[in-house]
T-cell receptor, first 112, second 115 residues
Framework: AQTVTQSQPEMSVQEAETVTLSCTYDTSESDYYLFWYKQPPSRQMILVIRQEAYKQQNATENRFSVNFQKAAKSFSLKISDSQLGDAAMYFCAKNTGNQFYFGTGTSLTVIP | GAVVSQHPSWVICKSGTSVKIECRSLDFQATTMFWYRQFPKQSLMLMATSNEGSKATYEQGVEKDKFLINHASLTLSTLTVTSAHPEDSSFYIC???????????FGSGTRLTVV
């Protein structure tokens, strides 16, 4: 079964602090892609960061970085120096070929 | 970057009528597009995969006669909700695969309300 699990329905972080969102997945493939998408109140899905499974190096995009543990099938997102604009729903997703699987999402609140 | 335009952004229709939602890839060709449905505070649920020039592939439990998908060109896919009922009210999102597989590019979504 292809599943993506986000065990934290809601998270909060103080502005300027760091927060980590968890994601685990199930797969039988060795080659796939992992993504974190952000969905603000506008509901537009915005790509935050992606990771190719064959790459051991963790992806980084400015304040966003991932901790990819392939053997453990874990793909967490770390947001450093949190800003008010980071408040949104965050979805972890896995892509194999044309099939895309989303987690249930984590609602992130940023406290001023 | 790759942009997907979705129209309309919101629509209200009467029960029993049909509604068409358009999804266009503006600066790239999309041989495959995807249609999702999202209920409030829930994840995206894949409804169907739209393939240019061929029939769409529907996920289990999705009524193909109710949700008609047409992908007649490399830049346009449409979703028509036929004989809409209040339970069809939802947020519908389309997406397309960017050539280098840099994830999906999503449309801005359509909020459908059936009254």
């Amino acid at each position: 079964a292809q599943t993506v699990t986000q065990s934290q329905p809601e998270m909060s972080v103080q502005e300027a602090e760091t927060v980590t969102l968890s994601c685990t997945y199930d797969t039988s493939e060795s080659d796939y892609y992992l993504f974190w998408y952000k969905q603000p109140p506008s509901r537009q899905m915005i790509l935050v960061i992606r990771q190719e499974a064959y790459k051991q190096q963790n992806a980084t995009e400015n304040r966003f970085s991932v901790n990819f543990q392939k053997a453990a099938k874990s793909f967490s997102l770390k947001i450093s120096d949190s800003q008010l604009g980071d408040a949104a729903m965050y979805f972890c997703a896995k892509n194999t070929g044309n099939q895309f699987y989303f987690g249930t999402g984590t609602s992130l609140t940023v406290i001023p | 970057g790759a942009v997907v335009s979705q129209h309309p952004s919101w629509v209200i229709c009467k029960s029993g009528t049909s509604v068409k939602i358009e999804c266009r890839s503006l600066d790239f060709q999309a041989t495959t597009m995807f249609w999702y449905r999202q209920f409030p505070k829930q994840s995206l649920m894949l409804m169907a995969t739209s393939n240019e020039g061929s029939k769409a592939t529907y996920e289990q439990g999705v009524e193909k006669d109710k949700f008609l998908i047409n992908h007649a060109s490399l830049t346009l896919s449409t979703l028509t909700v036929t004989s809409a009922h209040p339970e069809d009210s939802s947020f519908y999102i389309c997406s397309a695969t960017v050539v280098d597989n840099y994830g999906y590019t999503f449309g801005s979504g359509t909020r459908l309300t059936v009254v």
